[in-house]
């Protein structure tokens, strides 16, 4: 069957694919700028170009259309990654909008809950018996019991198909999840897994590469972005906003009601889920997206907002909390920054003339 290579890439513009990645992009003119995912991108370094549907990096070179980007992210060959584009839903809005924009999606069914918990179950067995799996998120600062309780996993890619097909579960729905590639290898393959988890059942997950993998550094499933964490943070007074999941696992690790971002750009519906804190904590990166960010947040969410600034080079929270002392220099940083706010409080208080 002859395939339109041009009707596809219409059908999946570059931005849209590239965000519904987990890039966060940031618009400049009449292209957009983001962290490169096939490299360590403390600056954003690629460039999506709208009116070529292109993109390049400027830091480690990778280039060309979307079906490169997706050829490169996922470890795919030319005729697979045209599968896999075609798998996805077809993308209606103009190359300019990203995922954060798009229409709200339907609620998860019955059977996608199924699906994404027996995924994340399976997976979670898979990192208790994979040492190498273990030994990295060690390094990572994240413990055996965090690991457990957060139900991260681990995909060695040759497991998910055939035991969701013993659980009678849709292998074609998997698929349209972002499971499973069309001829049933696991997109997740190699990667440490991070569900987020809802009231018992798996909502969403993202994948890190690691051990120099030259694929994305994160993937995520076919689905919207969430505030990860955020069903632990639910009715409380004071939440900790971090951008990546590592940055999230080590607050929560501090037993800090934290949640991310997944990026720096909130998705959509994220702000309005903030607003039903009392005061927030923020705990970006240290690099140009990362204040820029916390800026615009600060900026929606008014003066119940707290910027928290790192101690000393870290350049986020997860690598700070794998450094010896980097727990407790987190905390005092927190004292004295609540410190100069409560004393930024009192000396407004001096000067507001009493009421009569």
């Known amino acids: ?10 059908a999946h513009p570059i931005a849209d694919v590239i965000a519904a990645q987990g890039v966060a992009l940031r618009r400049t003119g009449r292209r957009f700028m983001g962290r490169c995912p096939f490299h360590e991108d403390d600056r954003p370094s690629l460039v999506v170009y709208t009116d070529t549907q292109s993109f390049h990096c400027f830091g480690c070179g990778a280039s060309g259309d979307v079906i490169d980007f997706v050829r490169r992210s996922h470890d795919l060959n030319f005729r697979e990654a045209i599968d896999h584009l075609g798998g996805l ?11 954060a924009t798009r229409e709200r999606p339907r609620p998860l069914s019955l059977d996608d809950r199924l699906i994404l918990t027996a995924a994340c179950e399976l997976y979670h067995e898979a990192l208790l018996r994979t040492p190498r799996a273990l030994a990295y998120l060690e390094a990572r600062g994240v413990p055996r019991w965090l690991a457990r309780r957060a139900r991260l996993g681990f995909s060695d890619g040759s497991e998910l198909a055939p035991y969701l097909k013993r659980r009678r579960l849709s292998l074609r729905r998997a698929g349209e999840l972002g499971l499973l590639y069309g001829d049933g290898r696991e997109a997740m393959r190699g990667r440490i897994v991070i569900p987020d988890l809802r009231s018992g059942y798996c909502a969403w997950m993202t994948g890190r590469a690691f051990q120099g993998d030259i694929r994305a550094k994160y993937l995520g499933l076919a689905l919207p972005r969430p505030l990860l964490g955020y069903e632990g943070v639910r009715g409380r007074r004071r939440i900790f906003v971090t951008e990546g999941p590592f940055d999230w696992l080590t ?15 909130p998705g959509r519906g994220v702000e309005r889920l903030l607003d039903r804190a009392h005061s927030v904590v923020l705990v970006l990166d240290t690099d140009d997206a990362g204040r820029a960010a916390a800026a615009a947040l600060t900026e929606s969410l008014g003066d119940r907002t707290l910027v928290l600034r790192l101690p000393g080079d870290a350049k986020d929270v997860s690598e700070l909390g794998a450094r010896p002392g980097g727990r407790e220099a987190f905390f005092r940083a927190l004292a004295a920054a609540e410190a100069r706010v409560g004393s930024v409080e009192r000396e407004e208080a001096r000067h507001v003339a009493p009421s009569r």
């Open 89 to 99: 839903p077809r993308l209606s809005s103009p190359p300019h909008r990203t995922v």
């Open 251 to 265: 607050l929560t690790g501090w037993g800090l009601p934290a949640c991310a971002l997944l990026g720096t750009q």
């Open 1 to 10: 069957m002859t395939i339109d290579v041009e009707q596809v890439k219409r």
